[in-house]
């Protein structure tokens, strides 16, 4: 699997509870169990952070994270639509790399 080690156990954590911390809302009871910004290494129960790129931006391969199991999408205003077409929750913020360490802290 690519990507970096991950713990073995991880307790779910409420995706309105990373809404909160990221100063946002989400109307769902969806739980995360890890973060990734690769649609290529996500694992069910993931949250997805579909980040602008220096070619192509992150959301573009948000379908194909949600094949792979991601819970929800974490992204910017200008491609909070094309994510919600996946389907799964979606958070939305300004600037979505600066929000990623703060979310996988949590």
Do not use: C, I, K, N
């Not at 156990?9 to 890890?34: F, I, K, Q």
């Not at 069910?44 to 790129?53: F, T």
């Not at 992150?58 to 994270?65: C, D, I, K, T």
């Not at 792979?68 to 077409?85: E, Q, S």
């Amino acid at each position: 699997m690519p990507g970096y080690p991950r713990p073995r156990s991880v307790r779910p954590t409420p995706l309105a509870e990373l809404a909160a911390l990221l100063g946002t809302t989400v109307a769902t009871d969806a739980s995360v169990t890890g973060v990734t910004l690769s649609s290529r290494a996500v694992q069910p129960g993931d949250l997805y952070a579909a980040l602008p790129g220096s070619r192509v931006h992150g959301v573009e391969f948000a379908a194909q994270a949600v094949a792979a199991g991601a819970a929800a999408v974490l992204t910017d205003p200008a491609w909070a639509r094309r994510a919600a077409a996946t389907g799964r929750p979606v958070l939305v913020v300004d600037d979505p790399r600066q929000s990623l360490g703060l979310v996988a802290s949590q």
